[in-house]
């Protein structure tokens, strides 16, 4: 007897994000996003590390970053960290 457990598809959805040609153009609608990055596919690299990067919203204010991941083995992860964004 064998019991299979087929893996279930995974179909990860694109997150639009901006993309400025320098962190000073002016852009005509002020960017007040809530959620400023998601990612469902970031992968690491032997050693367990990862490089995102994304532009945060116009507004001046604390954001949380939110990682939560898991690996081949079944181990899953967590991080939160504040980032606080403070515009001139």
Known sequence: MYLLKPAAPFVGKQFYSPR?????EETVFPDLRQTVYWNSNVVT?????AKVSFYTSESKGSY????QGTDL???????MAPLHINTQ
């Open 20 to 24: 400025y040609a320098s962190p000073d």
């Open 45 to 49: 690299d032997k050693k367990g590390e």
């Open 64 to 67: 949380l970053i939110l990682i």
């Open 73 to 79: 083995k079944g181990g899953f992860g967590t991080l």
